[in-house]
């Protein structure tokens, strides 16, 4: 798809009032000569749940590593509850719950002693959490972290986090290595941790279904850096899918009124956010050879892949 036509934050997203605790103000990175992203914007207001998703590589992990102060990005900045990411006070990072892939450098502590070595750092430390989201594991608390196995190890991770009771949660790919049961248990106490109200969760899934139910917003963050940002209700409203039929002629191409074509499927499907009036008069002006055939209904997963495409 086209980069130029999709704008950094889509027009029609509203201006929320409560101060951000992220934001990210015209963010360039590179790796060697290789952007990643120029000039990024967006941000994250506090109280809510706002989800970052983007095919595999696009640079969500090394957004995060920059929101963290792990990385030095190349221009522009970055602020995490009002202070620079490269400047972040411990009480500040005290404040934040960070899973990160990789997960727990610690593994020559026990189940027991990584959580005896975090709780003096986290003044609202809630221990019984922990245990009770561990010892789901059914194993003794002199067990090992580095004898687990992957999924066991973000569930330590994941107790440590709740048990931190953080006003931000910054979660990278938290599904990685769960088994579903525990990715439910997992949602459910995340729903719980929400509804002391006034928590901002910032989180990456490749599991888009789990958005459905736990997000207020979605950025969707294309290859190339463009990324389109909006509440979920209304990615639903104004994101639709339509089957067509080609006359004759080249197929229609993503054009600022035509968000994405996919010819890979059984039948092509056309993309927009374009009102069905707006659509007709651009298809009869610009791509006459096009006929539009039934809107069709788009999960969540759905809606990710016509913004981002299949492959
Ligand atoms: N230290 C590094 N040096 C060079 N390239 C890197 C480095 N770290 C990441 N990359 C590259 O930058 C791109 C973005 O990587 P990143 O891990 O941020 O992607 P991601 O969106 O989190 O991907 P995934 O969904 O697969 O986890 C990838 O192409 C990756 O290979």
Sequence with gaps: MSHETVPQTHPGTPMTAAAPAIEVRHLSHRYGGRYLYRDLNFAVPEGKVVALLGKNGVGKTTLIRLLMGYLRPAGGCCR???????????????????????????????????????????????????????????????????????????????????????????????????????????????????????????????????????????????????????????????FRCYAFALERGESPRPDGVIENVDLHGREPLLYTFADPEVLAGHLARHWPQVRLGAERTMTLEDAFIGLTGKY
């Design 80 to 238: 995490v509850l009002g202070g620079d990411s490269h400047d972040l006070s411990p009480a500040t990072r005290a404040r934040i719950g960070l899973l990160f892939e990789g997960h727990l450098a610690y593994d020559f502590m026990s189940i027991a002693g990584i959580e005896r070595f975090y709780r003096p750092f986290y003044p609202r430390w809630r221990r019984e959490l922990y245990y009770e989201l561990v010892d789901r594991l059914e194993l003794p608390h002199n067990h090992r972290i580095g004898r687990m196995s992957c999924g066991q190890r973000s569930q330590v991770v994941l107790g440590l986090i709740f048990a931190q009771d953080p006003d931000l949660m910054i979660l990278d790919d938290y599904s990685m290595g769960l088994d579903a049961g525990y990715r439910r248990l997992f949602l459910d106490y995340l729903k719980g941790f929400l509804d002391q109200g006034g928590k901002t969760v910032f989180l990456t899934s490749h599991v888009v279904q789990d958005m459905e139910t736990l997000v207020d917003e979605v950025i969707v963050l294309q290859r190339g850096g463009d990324l389109v940002q909006m509440p979920l209700a209304e990615l639903r409203a104004r």
